[in-house]
């Protein structure tokens, strides 16, 4: 029993844990009832959780030792494929979420086939993805439609079905991108910590090579992981295409920092093999919490940015003194 | 100890070349089962260069390997390893960051339940993590420690161990003392000692006579890509090994 209590300050997720708790006495104080009731708490919630669901496969990614830098500009592809191929060839709803799924996972696998192929940086690799795909987004808009902002989708068949899946807000103003959310992190913690994949998936990132001379399949594990990111990425575009019920080329746009910045404030390190989805959630919330409480403390939203950059700064320090901790001893 | 029998794993005539450089000519070596077979040579001697072409990594320019007399010619070590031949790298063996039973079972992960749900049995992993390091001398204090809190020596034992755990018939060890102190080197000399014990057939790769000499039944000598002393322990002494080590 101490063991286990010892060893609880050397997981990764614990000091996002103790953040979070942290940070939400802070704005409960300096906000007031706004941040404490059921609307606010709604609000961050809601303002987490597609941050949170691109977090869950960048926690992964990440963890496996890469980067996608790709996957704002896949929220965008998302989203404005469903509205393409919805006005284009007037597909209904499904349709063209199930063709844009199938999008996403070849743009993940071309990622991550292109990353272990050439053995570049994937830093790299998805910042140029990253202008690619949304250039492409772009075009495609004004090429098929002269116009970058599409609308209209609840009137294509399908549409209300979708929004009961991917844009109601069921309960007391609780999206359903929560659940998502909370599902997706789920299943990745699920596969993380006890599947023979999230094995792979720490050893990966941990020790390439020691992985691959034990017979790892180095290469697919990666391409599995960027095809995750994309997926994740989707979900989010679609969710966010279904509930605005159109699609911005630009949708997406700097998600992919902060992104990362979820997952490092979560306890992943930068240099991989060492991390857990579930710090990502807390990273996520804590985004959400200081994203709208600021607001309703008052303070200029402009300072959202400072907050961030300070807290990616601590969560590294942190996570770097956690480590040192836990190779000392468990 | 049964020196009569077939070789588990034989390199004949093995001969190298990278380019200009002759790593290794005509050399030959054999591994029997339940023997520690020392390679000594000084840096660049071509010791790794064969242990590569025993596992897959290079195909010798000529000459051949032998598994329980059959030639083979495997083109990875995941093949070698497929066949029961199990390589532990210096400092290439083990995930840091992830606990020791996770490098224990990584690659061979035992997992319970079917289609979706099928994962890792986390109990039995820790329960025989547990247990094969025990059987080493070596008390766990928690399967969950990572891997970096070990010593190198501990590391070594972790490694040893899992090989034996898979059931390796043939076990290669690339200088596996070339980073530890002493003590560490004696327990690492140790785990040598019972993997031969229990049957399998040891490759030791070495620098340090005195380092083989205790444990080895058997040494190969390199110098310059050529053999030049093959003799069992009772035909050469520590000093002579040494001398020969040092080019007299
Ligand atoms: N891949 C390679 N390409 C070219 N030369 C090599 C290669 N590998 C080894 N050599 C050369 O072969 C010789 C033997 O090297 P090696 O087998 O690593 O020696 P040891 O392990 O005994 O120190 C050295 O001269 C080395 O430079
Ligand atoms: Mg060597």
């Known amino acids: ?59 992964l990614l990440m963890i496996g030792g890469e980067f996608d830098l790709s996957v704002g500009s896949i929220v965008g592809v998302s989203g404005m494929s469903v509205m393409l191929l919805t006005t284009e060839p007037a597909w209904s709803v499904w349709p063209a979420i199930a063709a844009t799924v199938v999008i996403c996972l070849l743009i993940g696998f071309l990622n991550g086939l292109t990353v272990v192929r050439t053995q570049l940086p994937s830093f790299i690799v998805t910042l140029a993805t990253l202008f690619i795909l949304r250039g492409l987004t772009i075009a495609a808009a004004r090429g098929f439609t002269r116009r970058t902002q599409l609308g209209g989708l ?177 | 100890m049964n020196g009569a029998a077939l070789p588990r794993l034989e390199a004949r005539d093995v001969s190298m070349r990278f380019g200009g450089v002759v790593a290794l000519e005509d050399v030959s070596l054999a591994a029997r089962a339940g023997e520690v077979t020392c390679l000594l040579g000084d840096n660049g001697a ?49 995930v840091p960051l992830m606990s020791v039973w996770r490098n224990f079972f990584l690659g061979a992960e035992p997992t319970s339940g079917r289609g979706p749900l099928r994962r890792i049995d986390v109990e039995r992993c820790r329960e025989e993590t547990r247990a094969e390091l025990a059987a080493m001398g070596i008390e766990l204090r928690d399967p969950d420690q990572v891997v970096g809190s070990l010593s190198g020596g501990e590391r070594q034992a972790v490694a040893i161990a899992r090989a034996l755990h898979f059931g390796a018939r043939v076990l290669i060890l690339d200088e596996p003392t070339a980073a530890l102190g002493v003590r560490q080197s004696e327990r690492v000399l140790q785990h040598v000692r019972t993997a031969a014990d229990r049957g399998v057939a040891v490759i030791f790769v070495t620098h340090t006579p005195h380092h083989a000499h205790p444990v080895g039944d058997h040494f190969v000598v390199l110098r310059r890509g050529r053999v030049v002393a093959d003799e069992p322990r009772e035909a050469l002494p520590v000093e002579e090994l040494a001398a020969l080590m040092a080019g007299e």
């Open chain 2, 46 to 94: 071509g010791k790794s260069t064969l242990i590569k072409i025993l596992v897959g990594v290079h195909a010798p320019t000529r000459g051949a390997c032998l598994l329980d007399g059959e030639p083979v010619r495997f083109r990875s070590p995941m093949e070698a390893l497929s066949r029961g031949i199990a390589t532990v790298y210096q400092d290439l063996a083990m």
């Open chain 1, 1 to 59: 029993m101490s063991r286990r209590a010892a060893g609880i300050f050397t997981r990764p997720e614990v000091a996002a844990a103790v953040g979070a708790v942290l940070i939400w006495v802070l704005l409960a104080g300096a906000a007031g009832p706004a941040f404490r009731s059921m609307a606010g708490t709604a609000s961050y919630l809601n303002a987490a959780a597609p941050l949170g669901i691109l977090a869950v496969g960048v926690a």
């Open chain 1, 154 to 330: 609840d009137d294509v068949a399908g549409y209300e079905f979708a929004r009961v899946v991917f844009g109601s807000a069921p309960v007391a103003g609780l999206r359903v991108s929560i659940a998502w959310w909370l599902g997706c992190a789920a299943v990745a913690t699920w596969v993380l910590l006890r599947t023979p994949w999230g094995n792979w998936i720490l050893a990966v990132g941990g020790q390439p090579e020691a992985a691959r001379n034990v017979g790892v399949r180095v290469a697919r594990v990666k391409v599995g992981l960027f095809m995750t990111s994309a997926l994740c990425a989707c979900l989010v575009g679609i969710i966010q295409a279904v509930r605005f019920t159109g699609a911005d080329a630009l949708r997406g746009q700097l998600q992919e920092f902060y992104a990362i910045i979820a997952v490092v404030i979560g306890g992943t390190l930068l240099t991989g093999g060492y991390g857990t989805v579930i710090g990502a959630v807390f990273g996520a919330l804590i985004f959400g919490m200081v994203r709208q409480g600021i607001v309703m403390a008052g303070i200029d939203a402009d300072w959202f940015q400072v907050f961030l950059g300070g807290m990616l700064l601590l969560a590294v320090f942190v996570n770097r003194y956690v480590l040192v901790r836990a190779q000392r001893a468990s």
